[in-house]
Nanobody
Framework: QVQLGESGGGLVQAGGSLRLSCAAS????????MGWFRQAPGKEREFVAA????????IYTDSVKGRFTISRDNAKNTVYLQMNSLKTEDTAVYYC?????????????????WGQGTQVTVSA
């Protein structure tokens, strides 16, 4: 069982930056691929970024490529999402999730554990 807790959300102006953190409990964090998803008001939850268990593989949705960076520190049981050049359309609740799978990291159903989410609001 993995419990996840996000932090670092907030209000930022367009063009600004935020770094989200997701702290995991338990001893199995380093075995899990980790992902970030987001859900904007009135929209479905969507994939943002993912990183495999050792950090050597990362994938991003097209809309955040070049602006967001996912990373992890297995010694600290934490995954990060550095968000730069934020746009108003990045406004959403951001969720981190842990997967027991070794592929298809952009597929929501591959994730077994979810955090409660952190709000990111980007103002114009």
């Amino acid at each position: 069982q993995v419990q996840l807790g996000e932090s670092g959300g907030g209000l930022v102006q367009a063009g600004g930056s935020l770094r989200l953190s997701c702290a995991a409990s338990g001893r199995t964090f380093s075995r899990h691929a980790m992902g970030w998803f987001r859900q904007a008001p009135g929209k479905e939850r969507e994939f943002v970024a993912a990183i495999n268990w050792n950090g050597r593989t990362t994938i991003y949705t097209d809309s955040v490529k070049g602006r967001f960076t996912i990373s992890r520190d297995n010694a600290k049981n934490t995954v990060y999402l550095q968000m730069n050049s934020l746009k108003t359309e990045d406004t959403a609740v951001y969720y981190c999730a842990a997967s027991n799978y070794y592929s298809d990291y952009d597929v929501m159903s591959r994730y077994d554990y979810w955090g409660q989410g952190t709000q990111v609001t980007v103002s114009a």
